[in-house]
């Protein structure tokens, strides 16, 4: 099966959007263990939870060129399409020329020597690694409710 | 090849290995796929990773609101066994990501979501144990 050029476009953003539900649900879920800490006056677990927060933020931050890396081949289509919305005169030959592109573009995103950023895996990990340090702020966080 | 222009499609092509990108126990073998699978398959694994952040999420609730209000302490401790859970799920969407990429890479099958047996049972067995501490703790009074 092969989809209109037009519809490649929404799998780059579908996937940049997800990236950024998950980064977001990545920050967030660590700050309400922090109010619980200084609650109870667990100064070092507080302490332990900021650096936390900090090292979480940088590694969410590893998402972000993947998401650009996302939204660029997005608005690559974007502008091939505004184009020949553009121009009417000639708007099948462009059409055909811009199929053809994006048909190019296709290839060209598998012929790319794509670095780091292309591949899902390091920010991937870095997720995976914010939610192995919130567990572990948790951990702490219910020992000691739990021996208070 | 495409039906209607003739021309080759995005999946037509066969690709060697790329060697830039990592992990190359994924990207070093195979062929490269169609990138719609490829996508697809990335955003599944972070529809897991949510999943693993929305239990280690749970936990933390669990664990603020048995500080805050005056829970038994045992809920404390089940918000951390919802948090671990939580730790080695996301782990578990990173490898499971891998073995997916590198079974399309190879036209393989994909491997079955034995996670979601893993997560369902994790799930019951925890409100399993928290429904009989919470009826031990009504006879006690």
Redesign the interface.
Known sequence: M??GPGR?GL??E??AL??Q??AV??V???L??L??DA??GAWPLVVLGSLSTLVAVGLVGRTFPRIRHLHGHHGRHERHRGLARHDRQDRHDRHDRH??QD?HD??D???Q????P?????P??A??LV??L??AE??A???T??LS | M??L?G?????D?P?PP?Q????LS??GHGE?PD??FS??N??T???W??T???L??G???L??V???ATLP??S??I??AV??G??LL??R??TG??RVERALRHSQRLPAPRALAWLAGGVILLAMLTLVLTILQLLRR
């Open positions: 092969t989809l490649d799998q780059h579908r996937t997800a990236w539900r998950t649900t990545a967030v879920v660590l309400p263990l109010l619980v609650r109870l199929d053809r048909r296709w290839h995103r598998q012929d020597p794509a670095g780091e292309s591949s899902p895996w390091p991937m990990r997720v995976a939610a192995t919130t567990t948790a951990v966080t219910a020992l409710v739990a | 495409d039906g222009t021309e080759a499609g995005p999946g092509r690709k790329t830039h990108r990592r992990p994924v990207y490269e990138p719609r996508l697809a990335e955003r694994a972070l529809a990773m949510r693993a952040l929305a280690v999420g936990g933390v609730a664990i603020s048995g500080s805050l302490k045992w404390a401790l918000g951390a948090c671990v939580g730790a996301a782990w969407a990173v990501w891998a």
